[in-house]
């Protein structure tokens, strides 16, 4: 949303982003450092373990530090996490910076940067590679050592459709690489490609010619991009309704929240 005033006999225009939803002169300020935290800013619960991923959407420019679901299966390979573990007063910790397996020398070290930085400084910072985590605090905080992905092949994949008719006639538009949760429009169909799947996400305030349309367009869309990439897995179309996305289409939204 973006608005004007008139400051010093100027017309200077006003932008108001919403979360994730940040263009690339927003993030540009922020040199890849720009972090969400979960609830309220003036109620933060400092007493539970809270676990951030580290993950980029299209270019570094777009990197965001989330705050996610402290379970191991947040994890991923692909990526770093920032684990924070307070100690029973609250006031102290451990700070656990998590390198994964498959991230790369320079994603390693903005971790470090952000781990060490993030918090406060009676919060001590550990580097833990992936494959030696300690499990007195940090699986523990976790909820118990368990599976998780090792790979995140759906980020070079995913891309986003919207099928609206708020034009008076229906149309298929693509989101930028740089999507997230929010994007996805109550009133209208979005296709969802992440590699493996495509996914129909109905809106609760779709139309039924949008759906009806909707699903046409991503049927055909399937047949193309099989086609069209013969040595890659072949798509299955699925349907997903708002509130009962499985895990796999959720994956692709960084720092989704179940509504």
Partial sequence: MQTSAEVAGLTVPFTYPFQQQEDYKFLSHFGGKFIIHKGRRNSPDDSKPALYQIRSNDTRLCRRVIQVEATPKSLNSAFCHILKVPFDNSVSGIVYIWIGEKTT????????????????????????????????????????????????????????????????????????????????????????????????????NACEMEKKLGLKSAQTYVKHVNSEDEGGPKRKLKISKRGAEPWEFTRCFHGWVSR
């Avoid at 499990?135 to 090792?150: K, R, T």
């Avoid at 994949?157 to 099928?163: P, Q, V």
């Avoid at 008719?165 to 930028?176: D, I, L, M, P, R």
Wanted: glycine residues 8%.
């Fill in 105 to 204: 020398q320079e994603e390693a070290i903005h971790a470090e940067q952000m781990g060490r930085t993030m918090f406060e400084s009676n919060y001590s910072n550990v580097v833990v590679k992936e494959g030696t985590e300690p499990e007195n605090f940090f699986w523990v905080a976790l909820g118990g050592m368990a599976d998780y992905e090792h790979e995140a092949t759906y980020m070079e994949k995913k891309r986003l459709f919207r099928c609206s008719n708020e034009k008076g006639y229906f149309a298929v538009s693509e989101k930028y690489a740089d999507f997230g949760q929010d994007d996805l429009s109550q009133d209208d169909v979005m296709i969802l490609d992440t590699g493996v799947e495509v996914f129909v996400w109905f809106g609760a």
